[in-house]
């Protein structure tokens, strides 16, 4: 969560920092487009956790984790 936090305050202030340096009108909304194709490009590739396997039980295995009863039937 920092790291997003980082790089969306980072990405704004070089944007207002390049609006500021170029004050015509047409520089605001082409440094807001790039903002946000860079936010979406950044978090696409934010790693996400692997998927959880689930052990299996073979044939002839006894489970000693407790099973999980559904309270929908009762």
Same mark, same amino acid.
């Given at each position: 969560?920092?790291?997003?936090? =980082?790089?969306?305050?980072? /990405?704004?202030? @070089? ?7 170029? *004050? ?9 487009? =790039?903002?946000?194709?860079? /936010?979406?490009? @950044? ?5 996400s956790?692997? *998927?959880?396997?689930?052990?299996t ?10 099973v ?7």
């Open positions: 969560m920092i790291r997003v936090v =980082a790089w969306t305050v980072g /990405l704004f202030a @070089v944007g207002c920092g390049i609006c500021h340096l170029f *004050p015509e009108p047409f520089v605001e909304p082409l440094v807001l487009l =790039a903002l946000g194709a860079t /936010l979406y490009l @950044v978090s696409g590739r934010a790693p956790s692997p *998927p959880t396997q689930v052990p039980r073979t044939e002839g295995q006894e489970s000693t984790a407790p999980a009863r559904s309270t929908a039937a009762r």
